[in-house]
């Protein structure tokens, strides 16, 4: 009898001592799951000078060390824009295969609406050029790969354009980037703002990974823009 009392202990110890049946996880109802799926609210980041940052050489890509091409809406351009990637100002050249990991790469970009210049190939010259009367948003139209979270843009050049109660408000937007117009008397055909970024991946080639609203459209642009994070290392082994 006593084997039996002991044989029925052990059995009630390893069922939680309960004798009834772990009630099973709740699962989420549709609700929970789409809230959890949702996509964030932008956050508003501190943006920094980029006349106060110190660069380094800039990458030498196919075309050169810098990229210039048009910002194409309709197949018409409405601006102009020339990009390059730069390492920190420590180094003299600036090939990636020969960066440390964890190298900081900035990524600089000027965008000047209404105006052409010639493009590099391959990025033909659109049939015929707008001018532009109030660009307001330059984003970038892919998730920013490897961003550190350091953003911002000439303070110099965006007082210029937008007179001295103008200003930029940079955002991260679930994971792309958005330099947003706020205030002044608006941005306007001729008036160059340069804008950065900082990444721990180089670039994989440029790319028409940029855009810019401008008069009610949207034009895309091409410049040097990062491998998605899941790409970059998918060559090592």
Same mark, same amino acid.
């Given at each position: 009898?006593? *084997? @039996?009392?002991? @044989?029925?202990?052990? $059995?009630?110890? +390893?069922?939680?001592? %309960?004798?009834?049946?772990?009630?099973?996880?709740?699962?989420?109802?549709?609700?929970?799951?789409? $809230?959890?799926?949702?996509?964030?609210?932008?956050?508003?980041?501190? $943006?920094?000078?980029?006349?106060?940052?110190?660069?380094?050489?800039?990458?030498?890509?196919?075309?050169?060390?810098?990229?210039?091409?048009?910002?194409?809406?309709?197949?018409?351009?409405?601006?102009?824009?020339?990009?390059?990637?730069?390492?920190?100002?420590? =180094?003299?050249?600036?090939?990636?295969?020969?960066?440390?990991?964890?190298?900081? *790469?900035? =990524?600089?970009?000027?965008?000047?609406?209404?105006?052409?210049?010639?493009?590099?190939?391959? &990025?033909?010259?659109?049939?015929?050029?707008?001018?532009?009367?109030?660009?307001?948003? &330059?984003?970038?139209?892919?998730?920013? %790969?490897?961003?550190?979270?350091?953003?911002? *843009?000439?303070?110099?050049?965006?007082? /210029?354009?937008?007179?001295?109660?103008? $200003?930029?408000?940079?955002?991260?937007?679930?994971?792309?980037?958005?330099?947003?117009?706020?205030?002044?008397?608006?941005?306007?055909?001729?008036?160059?703002?340069?804008?950065?970024?900082?990444?721990? +991946?180089?670039?994989?080639?440029?790319?028409?990974? *940029? %855009?810019?609203?401008?008069? /009610?459209?949207?034009?895309? @642009?091409?410049?040097? &823009?990062?491998?998605?994070?899941?790409?970059?290392?998918?060559?090592?082994?």
């Amino acid at each position: 009898m006593k *084997y @039996a009392l002991a @044989a029925c202990l052990a $059995a009630l110890a +390893l069922a939680g001592c %309960s004798g009834e049946p772990d009630e099973p996880a709740p699962t989420p109802t549709p609700e929970e799951t789409a $809230a959890a799926d949702a996509p964030t609210e932008p956050r508003t980041l501190v $943006a920094a000078d980029l006349g106060e940052i110190r660069l380094g050489a800039k990458i030498e890509g196919p075309v050169g060390p810098e990229v210039e091409a048009s910002i194409v809406a309709g197949g018409r351009s409405i601006g102009d824009i020339v990009s390059f990637v730069a390492c920190p100002a420590e =180094y003299d050249t600036c090939d990636p295969e020969d960066m440390p990991e964890g190298t900081v *790469y900035t =990524y600089v970009i000027t965008v000047t609406p209404g105006v052409d210049k010639p493009n590099d190939p391959p &990025f033909n010259r659109p049939v015929g050029l707008d001018e532009v009367e109030a660009a307001s948003v &330059f984003s970038t139209v892919r998730q920013a %790969s490897g961003f550190t979270g350091a953003i911002g *843009y000439d303070f110099k050049q965006a007082e /210029e354009a937008l007179g001295p109660d103008g $200003a930029i408000r940079v955002q991260d937007d679930n994971g792309t980037l958005v330099w947003r117009v706020v205030g002044g008397d608006g941005w306007q055909t001729g008036e160059p703002m340069t804008f950065f970024w900082q990444s721990t +991946l180089a670039p994989d080639g440029a790319a028409e990974a *940029y %855009s810019l609203r401008a008069d /009610e459209k949207i034009a895309m @642009a091409s410049g040097p &823009f990062p491998p998605k994070e899941e790409d970059a290392g998918s060559d090592k082994p």
